[in-house]
C-alpha cells in the first residue's frame, strides 16, 4: 500500500480544530479516528486525502455520562466503550444490541462511534439506534458549535450537514425510564462481522395502554438511514395489535429504497424490512405492557 | 471435542505406545509462542520486492505494452514481460513423479498474445521496496484489445462459441458405463431426477502466497516458499530454462493449503526475477493479489437420474455433470476423475452410467480444492438420496443403509472395495450425537440433514505416486526423520514424529524431523490428495522398522535371549517378559555404533501401480482406498428472513487408525467450518468473468460467531493401507458437510435449494414459491 500525507496529531481539541480550521473548506483535511473506514478506503484508493486529522489523543472526546437526564457520549467513544457501559445497558439497549454484532473484536476495539456517524453509510449498525433514541449531535469548529437532530444530519447517500471543519465531539439523548423500550436486529449473510443487508431499530413509548411514541429506523435499505415516519405515525396514541403493527411494517417497508448489490436484491430487503419491523415491534409492545 | 471408538485390533502386531494417543503436535509450540518462521517471515540483505501486473480483462489480445517509464522509476531493478520470455511456458499439470509427458496444459509465464481470464499476469516488477514497486506496476502503459469470452461451460460447449482450450473447449471427458441402466430403470418402481449446482469457492488460507528467491554461488536458484509441493522445482526448472538441479525448494510451515498452493503460485515469478537481477527478491501477495493468483474450486452442474424399487433398492443410476475449468486446464482432468469415481457415492450401483466433462471458459481457473470433485459428486448425491427418500417414504438414514456399499462391493471403477466400509456405523453414530432435537420456535423451523461419503486417500493409481523417508537414530538415542514432506499445517510432520517415536521406543520430543527441502531432504512427493501420512506414514515407518529391527537383534545378542523377545519404550531396550533385564537405548546404540551396525535407513515406499482406467467403460484402478464417514447436522431456519444457523454439526469418520486423535479431530472440525461456508455463504461470483466478490467483506466465511460446538467422533477400522491400517481424513472431512447443511435446511422447510450457497434470500425466495 501507497499513499502520502500529512499527519497531524493535536494533543488537544482546541489544536485539532485550529488545523481543520486553516484548511477551511478543504475536505482533503480529514479527522482521523479509528481509521476502520478511512485506512481502508485509502487502501483501496477511493480516498486520496492529503492531511489526516487524528484526534485519537483527544481524551475528553471519549466517554459515557449520564446527567441532568441526558445521556452524554463523547464522538470518540468506541464500540467496545458502549458495550463496557453499565449506563447504557438499561437505557440504550438498542444501541448496546447494535454494538454487540458490530464488526469483529479488533474493530470494535478501535472503531468509534463519530466515526459510524460521520462516515455515512446507510449500513452503518450505530445509526439507527441512535436515530430512534432521539439523538443529536454536536459539530465544533473553531468558530464555535451547534447542535442538531441526528435525523437532520444525512443529506443524501454519504452526504451529511458537516461541514469539512467540523468535529463531531459529542452524542446526547433523552434517558427514559421503563415506560419505553428500544430494540435493533441487524439482518447480515452470516452472524459475525458483515456488512448489514437490513439494521432495524425501533423505539416505543407507552402510557396508560395507549403508544405514546414509536419510532422505527431502517439502516442499508435506502441512501441514508432513514426515519419510517409515515408508519410511526401510524402506532402514536393507538393500542397496538398485530393488525395495525403489520400494517405499520409494511408502510414502513414501502418507504424503504432498497438498491440491489451482491449481498442481496431490493426485493429481499423491503421483505425483510416487514418482517422484522413488526417482530420488533410486537417484542417491544409485548415487554411493555 | 471428541471421542474415539476403537475397532479390533486387528493387524496390530505392535502394542502401541504413542500412536492413538492425543500428544501435543512437534509444531504447536512453535506456532503457539510465534517462533515458527513461516516462508514470509524471512528476508535477505539486498533483498528486492516483487509486484504482478495482471490484466483487469477476462477476454483480450494484449497488443501493445510498454514498460519504459516504469524501469526508469529509480528504484526498479528489472521489469520483464513478454519480450524478455519470448513465449516460455509453465506447465499446469500435477507435479509428476513419473518423467512420463504430461497432459498438453502449458499456459505462458506472462500473457504472450491472449488473455484468456482476467488476472492473467501480464509483466513482473522487482524493485528496492514494495511502493516502487507498486508505482511501477501503474506506470506500465498497455493496450487490450477486448476479445468475445464465454463465461458459462453451457455455452462454452455450443456450437461457434468462443474457444478458449483446444477445439471444442472441453478440456477432460470421463465416462462410467458399469451394468446395464436401461434394464436398471425398466426394473425400477420410482425414478428421481434432479440438478444440482455448486459454485466457485475460494481457498481463503490465513497465509495469502509469498516467498523468497535468490541465487547461490553454485548457481541455484533457491526458493523459500509456501507451498504444498517441492517436487515443482522440476516444472520450475523447465519453465525457466536450467537443469532440474539448479532449483531448490524449501518449504516452510505453511499457514493454509487447502489445494491452493498445490500448484505452482509465486516460484517461478521469483525464479525469473532472481536470475534477472542476481539479488534475493520476495514476493508476497497481499489478499488482493490471492483472490486472483490462485485457481478456485470447480463449479458443477450436476444431473441425476436414480430408479429405485418401492424397497428402495437403488436399481440404475445416471449422472451427467459439467464442471467450470476456467482459461486454463490445470488439475480440472483430475478433478474431473474424482467426481466420476465419487458420482455414485458410498453406494453399490451396478448400473451406473456416468458421462462428464470439464469445460474450458473466460472465468478464473479452476484447480485442485480440498475434496477435488469428490465433494462436488457429495453434494448431489447425498441430495439425490434425500430427495428419493422423501419420495419413497422411507427414513433417509434407512434408505441409505439399504444401499451402501459392503466390503467386496464394486464400486462405480468396477473395483472390489478392500477396506472397511463403516458407512453405517459412521452415519448412525453422527446422528444418535445430536441428541434430543431442539423444538420449533414460532417462525424458526428446525432441521436435520445427514451426508454419507465415499473419498478416496492416495494419489491416482496410475501416478505411480513414491515417498521417500529416512529415518536414524543418534548416539544419544535421539530420533532424526528427512522426508521432503510439506506440513500444511495438519500437523503431517508430527504424524511421521509420533510413528518414529512409536517404533524406536523414544518419546515424541526426542524426535527431530527435517522436512521440506527439495536438495537435502529424500523427496516424498505432494501435501495433497490426503496421502502425506498414507505414502510418507508409510515410508517412515518402514525406514524405522529396520532400524528397530538391527537395534534389537543387537540387542536380543546382548541379553542372550531369542529375537523377538526384545522391545523398546521410554529410551530403554528390554526382554519383553522380564523388562527388570534392560539397558538404556543410547548405551545399546553405542555398542551398534562402535561396531558400525547402521543406525538408519533411506526407504521408498510405493503405492498401488497400475495403467490408467479404460476409456469407453471408466472400469479399473482409481485409487489406492476410500475413507468412508458421515456428517449429521441440526439447523434452525428463520421463516422469515431465510437465515440459517448451524446448531449441531457431528463428523463421524472411520479413519482406520487415528495416530493422534487430536490432530484428527481437528481436521473433522476444520473440515465441519470449511463446509459450512461452502454450504451457506461463500461464493465467487464473477459476471462476465469479472470478480465481484472481491474481498473478504463480499466472500464470507463462517466466523467464530457463526459456528457451533463441533463434534468429531473418530471410528477405527484398522483396516487402511496407511501405516498400522491407517486411512485419510484431510479431505474426507469436507466432503459430507455441504450436503448434511443442505438437507437440513430443505427438512426443516419443506423445500430444497439446488443450488449453493443457502443464502437467506434463496431461503425466502423458496418460501415464497412454496406458499404460491
Ligand atoms: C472489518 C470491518 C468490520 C466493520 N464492521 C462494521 C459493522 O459491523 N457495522 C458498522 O456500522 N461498521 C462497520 N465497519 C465500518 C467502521 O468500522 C465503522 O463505520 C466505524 O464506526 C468507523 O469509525 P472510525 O473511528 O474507525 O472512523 P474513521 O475511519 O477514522 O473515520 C470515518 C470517517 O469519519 C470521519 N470522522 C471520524 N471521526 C470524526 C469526528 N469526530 N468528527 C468528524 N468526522 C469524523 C473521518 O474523517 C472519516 O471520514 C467495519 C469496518 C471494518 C474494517
Redesign the pocket.
Known sequence: MYANFDLHLPKDLSAALAILGDAGDDAKV???????????DIRARSLTPAALVG?GDISH?RGIDVTNGQVVMG??TT?SDILRSPELTDRASSLVDSAR????QM?RN???????I??A?P????VPPLLVLDAEVTLERREGERTLPLSEFYLDYKRTA?RPD????RITWPARSSDSVDLFYKLARRKG????IAGIAVALGVADGKCTRARIALGAVAPIVMRALEAERMLEGETLTPELIEAAAHQAAQAASPVDDLRASGKYRRHCVQVLTSRLLTQAWRRLS | MSETIAGSRRGANVEFRQVGMALPRIDAPGKSHGKTRYAGDHVMPNMLHAKVLRSPLASARLRRIDVSKARELPGVACVLTREELSGRLAPTDIAGQTGRKRLATDQPILVNDRVRYQGEPMALVAAETVVIAERALELIEFDLEPLPGVYDPFDALKPGAPIVQGTDNVVAKYKVRKGDTEAGFAAADVIIENTYCTQFIEHAFLEPEVGLAWVDENEVINIRVSTQVIEHFRFIADAVGVPHNKVRILGSLVGGGFGGKEDVTVEIYLALLAKATNRPVRLCYTREDSFFGHGKRHPFTLTHRTGFTRQGKITAWKVDMTADAGGYVFLSPYVLLYATVAAPGPYRVDNLHVDARAVATNNMFTSAFRGFGAAQACIAHEQQMDEAAKTLGIDRLELRRRNFLRTGDLIATGVPIESAVWSDECMTRAWEALGERTPDDGPIKIGRGVAAYQQSYGRITWLHDTSEAWVGIEMDGTVVVRSGVTDIGAGQVSALAQIAAELLGVHLTDVAVYNSDSSTTPLAGTTTATRALYMTGNAVRLAAEAVRERLLRRAAQEFEVAHGKVDMADNRVFVADHPERSMALKDLVAVCASEGVHRSELVMFRAPFTGEIDPETGQGRVHPDYTYGAQAVEVAVDTGTGEVTVLKSVGAHDVGLAINPDAVAGQIEGGAAQGQGYALSEELRYEQGQLTSTSFSEYLIPTAMDVPEYKAIILESRSGVGPFGAKGIGEPALTPVAPAIANAVADAIGVRIFDLPITPEKVVNALQRLGN
Not at chain 1, 454484532?101 to 469483529?104: D, M, S
Not at chain 1, 449500513?123 to 450505530?126: F, I
Not at chain 1, 462481522?193 to 448489514?196: E, F, R, V
Open positions: 480529514m479527522p482521523l479516528a479509528g481509521g476502520t473506514n478511512l485506512i481502508v484526534i472526546l464522538g470518540k464500540v454484532v458490530f464488526g469483529g474493530v478501535t472503531a468509534t462511534v463519530a466515526g459510524n460521520c462516515y453509510s449500513a452503518a449498525d450505530l458537516r467540523e468535529l463531531l465531539t462481522d458483515a456488512i448489514t
